[in-house]
């Protein structure tokens, strides 16, 4: 029987960007320095791909479903739903789960949609304090990371117009606050918030510090309960996906697979990048699939920081693409290496575009064929395989089947 391929799929997360001034008219692929990536670009295969189907919002949520080999267009219901899943909070068939940030609105201007990275214990307390003061049946807050908090609304409104915040930093928010049949209820909710928070301790502390509070909710991604085919029926594959956001989580616990925590994983430039890597390595000890979710190249386009965003894809390739390869090679098993991003985060727009992304795939082991100086580019220019741009999940789908070995 044929060996079949361990699969290592490696994304960072907004990766995707669009030319910057301040890093001589490159993008933060083209400026950063990224060997391993290149290397695999050079000695496997790269293209660029269409990771939102069409008429979607081109948010992490659709874009990791099409890395994961699943089309968003098929079976997504909201952000909200998935993020429910991996806060190991499940929702009933009339239950509506909505994201619920922890914003600064200063002027009425979206100054941060994460409050200043507000720690997720001040977001706890936060949140204790909103639900005492909107305490009602089939009506709850749950906290999570940092600003990522969620609510569950037992029979919700769902005909509500939601805008994401990370979408409008920077600009006023009287143009994108909840509405449709039944944005008044939302509205009224961030509305209580404000009066919540205006005068909380966690708040004054941060004031005092010179921090950003958190001056509001800001409510959006809404959605049911959502049904993933699991990947041991789907694919035939076990293995686990490592990440710091619950976003990523939930849709390990849709997709069957493991969650894997990893203790120094933040969410920015700041995270374990190469405890990401050990938990991969250790993964594919045990299983023959390992998906790694690095968050802080998105959070660096969010914030508009574009020096920041090269190093976050520096590390991200040094500390994790190059530790897991060596690991794979060092093991002498078949494998597939994918090095990916869900989405382009431009820095001069903070926000998310439906852009083509390059990605990258590699099979070994290499052994004697493993060019240390072999590179090619990985970037948002390079040429346009002929037809119809493909979609990535139908990419995914097809290296995720052809497992066994050659």
Known sequence: MKAKRKMAVLVGDGMGD???AVLGN???LQAADIPAIRRAAALGHVQLVQTVPDGMAPGSDVANMGLLGYNAAEKYTGRAAIEAAGANLPLAPEDVAYRANL?????????????????SEEGRQLIEALNAAASREGFRFYGGVSYR?????????????????????????EAFLP???????????????????????????????????????????????????PYPERYGRQGGIITAVDLIRGLAVLCGLDVIRVPGATGWIDTDYLGKARAAIDCLKQADFVYVHVEAPDECGHKGLAEEKVKAIENFSRQVVEPVWKALEMAGEPYRLIVCTDHRTPVNKRGHTSD?????WVDGPLGSSMNPDASADFDEFIPPLPGKMPLVCDVMDSLLHSGPAS
Request: charged share 20%; net charge neutral; hydrophobic share 40%.
């Open 179 to 229: 509405s449709g049949p039944h944005g008044g209820d939302v509205r009224a909710l961030m509305e209580l918030s404000r009066r919540v928070f205006a005068e909380h301790p966690v708040n004054a502390e941060r004031v005092a510090k010179g921090l950003r509070p958190a001056t509001q909710i800001w409510l959006w991604g809404l959605g049911r309960a959502m049904a993933l085919q």
């Open 103 to 119: 914003v600064t609105v200063e002027n009425g201007k979206m100054v941060d949609y994460s409050a200043g990275d507000i720690s």
């Open 149 to 173: 908090h969620l609510l569950i609304w037992r029979e919700g409104p769902t005909d509500v117009v939601l805008t994401p915040p990370h979408e409008i930093s920077g600009r006023r928010v």
């Open 18 to 20: 669009e030319p910057v």
């Open 26 to 28: 490159k993008t933060p």
């Open 356 to 360: 083509p992304v390059p990605f990258a």
